[in-house]
């Protein structure tokens, strides 16, 4: 019998609770998550609800409270600080909305893309090899030899993704990667990360409020005070005169024991309060405000 592949991220009951100061601030209030190997997901939400915190915990920056996080078989907040080192290496890429962040000024494009295949201990011909393959993936096989002050803002962010590639990573988290960026250089780096995610098969989330980033996501996950609230799934259809639109439907996501977040748009439209009514119906559930 074949073995069902897991997911790549699997998230149950993600709690984390930061102290500041006296108080105690949850961030993250029973998080589920899934993400299949392969996906192009984006994760949006207001300032505070717990994406940025998401991010952490998956990239092996923060552990949680409790719950259960695993990527690529490894499951956080399990880890030494050794295994979240070789983690942080091998099975993360990191682009962060700041340039300073993701390149080192005084290293060339391709030293920068060697780099982490330096801490790796990648053989030098490997490294020259890789940093060469992933330079022509991001267009800019003619800028390998410019330092990030020579490059463009959007130029440096195809970099950024190339050195997030270097050591092969199975997940790519990108945090705001268009942030700083103006609508047609943000759409170049869109599509280097759309041509990495096609070519490559790599996962990638991102951490967006760019709306354009939002809708050519295969999958938007919306966060709201510190669980996933919807899922956006978009597809491909032909059209009755033949041309292709992309289709999005909205759903609320229902967690491991049944609860579920109303879209905030429904919640304000029909003026639900603290209950509702919700009724069984042959093939369906209906839910009503309450009129008493």
């Known amino acids: 019998m074949d073995r069902i592949?897991?997911?790549?991220?699997?998230c149950h009951g993600l709690v984390k609770i930061y102290k500041v100061a006296n108080l105690e601030v949850v961030a993250l209030q029973g998080l589920d998550l899934t993400v299949e190997a392969g996906e192009f997901?984006?994760?949006?939400?207001?300032?505070?609800?717990?994406?940025?915190t998401l991010m952490n915990i998956l990239g092996g920056l923060d552990i949680p409270s409790a719950g259960r996080a695993v990527v690529d078989g490894h499951v956080l907040g399990e880890m030494g600080a050794r295994e979240l080192t070789d983690y942080r290496r091998r099975v993360i890429g990191f682009v962060w909305q700041q340039t300073s962040r993701n390149l080192l000024s005084y290293l060339s494009a391709r030293e920068n893309i060697e780099l982490p295949m330096v801490l790796q201990g990648t053989a030098g011909s490997a490294r020259h090899e890789r940093a060469n393959e992933l330079l022509e993936l991001i267009g800019l096989g003619d800028r390998a030899d410019r330092r990030?002050?020579?490059?463009?803002?959007?130029?440096?962010?195809?970099?950024?993704?190339?050195?997030?590639l270097a050591n092969d990573p199975a997940l790519l988290l990108a945090d705001e990667p268009t942030g700083e960026l103006d609508s047609v250089t943000a759409h170049d780096v869109l599509e280097v990360m759309r041509r990495v995610n096609e070519q490559l098969g790599l996962t990638i989330l991102i951490v967006t409020h760019d709306p354009v980033v939002n809708e050519q996501a295969q999958r938007t996950i919306a966060i709201r005070d510190g669980r996933t609230s919807t899922e956006t799934l978009r597809r491909r259809e032909l059209t009755e005169h033949g041309t292709h639109e992309t289709v999005a439907e909205e759903y609320a996501v229902l967690d491991r024991v049944g609860r579920l977040q109303l879209p905030r748009a429904a919640v304000e439209t029909l003026g639900l309060k603290r209950r509702v009514r919700v009724v069984l119906e042959e093939d369906h559930i209906s839910i009503w405000p309450d009129q008493r």
């Open 41 to 52: 997901v984006a994760i949006v939400g207001a300032s505070g609800s717990g994406k940025s």
């Open 148 to 164: 990030p002050h020579e490059l463009s803002g959007g130029e440096q962010q195809r970099v950024a993704i190339a050195v997030a």
């Open 5 to 10: 592949a897991e997911p790549l991220i699997s």
